[in-house]
């Protein structure tokens, strides 16, 4: 079973411009949550989502922060425009949904190191 | 304020038996989950306590006291690729994971 991935792997660019990244959750799995680990710090909850729909949203820093999930599937988080404060590493985790015992096991994506010039 | 507190670097040696600690100070606690990160990697998942006492998993073991608000992760038999970083995550009821700063394990031969 293919894990959740996310692009890029990378992405360098300067103040003021538009990055979006993307990730993939495990297929079926309905809960997909955006975290980010800036340097030093612990990783921050930013957004979560249920299907399509925000379910919690109360981590995203600001308005320059935009996540969608259309369709149910994958999730694009864009940042325009990108400021220097918002370098580091954004994860991704997804879940399964429905009271089992596992039902909180979150499973992370690779991560995009984001680096604002 | 929510917080979980564990130290920031351990060390020691193969074969050896090492203990993260994790204490948390939250507004609502649903369990304690435990993930371990590879430099550049995913957080990998590695357990989840719901229940006090003690889960055993292989080699590693966590264990919850929520009348303390604390928890450890016991790695037995340590090997070189246990070299990692080790987070504690409280979960609140299928939202969001709070993370603690992670500890870093560094295992020599």
């Known amino acids: 079973e293919a894990g959740v991935t996310q692009f890029p792997s990378h992405s360098v660019i300067e103040k003021g411009q538009t990055v979006t990244l993307r990730c993939d959750p495990i297929?079926?799995?309905?809960?997909l949550y955006w975290y980010r680990r800036v340097m030093g710090k612990e990783i921050k909850f930013l957004l979560h989502f249920v299907k399509e729909s925000k379910q919690d949203e109360s981590g995203m820093p600001n308005n320059r922060f935009l996540a969608e999930r259309t369709g149910g599937t994958y999730s694009t988080l864009k940042v325009q425009p990108a400021e220097l404060e918002d370098s580091g590493v954004y994860f991704c985790a997804s879940s399964q949904d429905g009271g089992r015992r596992w039902t909180d096991t979150q499973y992370f994506g690779p991560g995009t190191r984001l680096t604002v010039l | 304020g929510q917080s979980l507190e564990q130290p920031s670097e351990v060390t020691a040696v193969e074969g050896a038996i090492v203990q993260i600690n994790c204490t948390y100070q939250t507004s609502g606690f649903y369990g304690l989950s435990w993930y371990q990160q590879h430099d550049g990697g995913a957080p990998t998942f590695l357990s989840y306590?719901?229940?006090?006492g003690l889960e055993e998993t292989g080699r590693f073991s966590s264990f919850l006291s929520r009348s303390d608000s604390y928890g450890y992760l016991l790695l037995q038999e340590l090997q070189m690729k246990d070299s990692a970083s080790y987070f504690c995550?409280?979960?609140?009821?299928?939202?969001?994971?709070?993370f603690g700063k992670g500890t870093t394990l560094s295992v020599s031969s």
């Open positions: 297929s079926g799995h309905d809960n």
């Open positions: 995550a409280v979960s609140q009821a299928g939202t969001a994971l709070i």
């Open positions: 306590n719901a229940l006090d």
